[in-house]
């Protein structure tokens, strides 16, 4: 992937479009690398972290993603992907868009005007729909399979290229891709594995006003539709009276604690700052994901990465086969639990809690594992590939002028 690195250095800046409603941290390194390099860089989002844009990159805010409720979620998705599409019709056709599927449709939308303005897409897919949307349960979600199915259909073949995080998920891309290959790039870790070293256990919680005793187990990030929360408070009343405590940390706490309002034994935190993610990470024992019953191949939660990172035993909630089962049983950093088992889950965090031994292998694992997720293979790779494809792109736009 990096043997046309040095042929590209010598060439004009190429233009590239990056659009995520909610980016995550290895998106906005992508789009800096990319500036670093000398490229033209645009992002279009939602939201920055600290209302800053990477160094070099031409931020367009069209609208926070808001995950309230079900109305909120589809019509903040609906507004920002108009505002693109819009946005998009003055482009430039030698461009390449970075197409996230955050919102869904955003790779069919950049498609659609593509086909009129003629730069090149490629589709970074996040999550498979319309699968997520069975696993979750949506209202109409038989009509919106057609729907969602012929728009794949007719939009992943006119991609220049097709990205996806897992095998499994490119597992499930494959009947939509018109032959197309799709590419796995995972996102990387993004946290310094050796800082968890330095941090101890009983200062993070204290810093955090976290539980000094007891085994932790973690929670966080975002709570969106492949999650399945219900779990955790059932278990929660599994272990009630154990010297268990559930940390569950989300950006939007007020209706998480409706769900736990009955469990003594669970405490909802908003998402903590940037410096003191480090600190709730090294507070925890145990790092706690769940997927939904029918999402286990066609989602893969970012946090395993970061739990990875600080070297925590991962409990994962979630069917087989699956990308984040095949991690875990690969590189036995900790266990998988089918969905919709209460009891299996309480006994797995029960053994996590009692068995040092075991606890201290799957950290080593952990550790190891995150290893392989690393930014300096998983970043330059995917910025190098992106340079091909643009360059690709505009070389045979100059043969069709000519």
Not at 119 to 146: C, E, H, M, Q, S
Not at 172 to 183: F, H, K, T
Request: charged share 15%; with cysteine.
């Amino acid at each position: 992937m990096t043997t046309g690195r040095h042929i590209l250095r010598t060439l004009p800046s190429l233009r590239f479009v990056a659009i995520n409603q909610s980016p995550s941290v290895p998106l906005l390194q992508l789009v800096a690398t990319l500036a670093s390099r000398g490229h033209d860089v645009t992002l279009l989002t939602g939201t920055l972290p600290n209302d800053q844009a990477p160094a070099n990159v031409h931020a367009v805010i069209f609208g926070r993603y808001d995950a309230t409720s079900l109305r909120r979620r589809l019509w903040s998705w609906l507004a920002f992907t108009g505002r693109t599409a819009a946005w998009l019709t003055h482009l430039p056709a030698e461009a390449t868009v970075l197409a996230c599927s955050n919102p869904p449709l955003l790779p069919h939308v950049a498609v659609a005007v593509a086909s009129l303005r003629r730069f090149a897409v490629v589709a970074r897919i996040l999550d498979v729909y319309p699968n997520i949307l069975t696993a979750a349960k949506i209202p109409g979600r038989r009509v919106l399979w057609g729907i969602l199915a012929t728009l794949h259909r007719w939009a992943y073949p006119r991609c220049a290229a097709l990205f996806t995080l897992g095998d499994r998920m490119a597992d499930l891309l494959v009947p939509y891709a018109g032959g197309q290959p799709i590419e796995v790039f995972p996102e990387w870790v993004t946290a310094d594995s050796d800082l968890f070293l330095t941090i101890d256990k009983a200062t993070a919680r204290q810093r955090l006003g976290l539980p000094s005793d007891g085994t932790i187990v973690l929670f966080s990030g975002n709570v969106g539709l492949t999650h399945d929360v219900h779990a955790i408070a059932a278990v929660a009343g599994e272990l009630s009276g154990a010297a268990i405590e559930f940390v569950v940390s989300a950006p939007r706490p007020d209706s998480l604690r409706l769900v736990f309002a009955d469990c003594g034994n669970v405490t909802v935190i908003p998402s903590v700052s940037a410096e003191d993610y480090p600190q709730l990470l090294a507070a925890a024992d145990v790092g706690l994901l769940s997927l939904r019953a029918g999402a286990e191949a066609a989602s893969f939660p970012s946090r395993t990465l970061s739990y990875l990172a600080a070297g925590l035993p991962i409990i994962a909630i979630t069917g087989q086969p699956g990308d984040l089962a095949d991690l875990i049983e690969r590189h036995g950093c900790g266990c998988i639990v089918a969905p919709n088992n209460p009891a299996e889950l309480a006994a797995t965090i029960r053994t996590f809690a009692t068995d040092a031994d075991l606890s201290r292998l799957c950290r080593l694992n952990a550790r190891s594992a995150a290893a392989g997720y690393g930014a300096d293979i998983w970043l330059n790779a995917l910025a190098d590939r992106m340079e091909s494809i643009a360059w690709q792109h505009v070389c045979s736009r100059d043969r069709r002028q000519t």
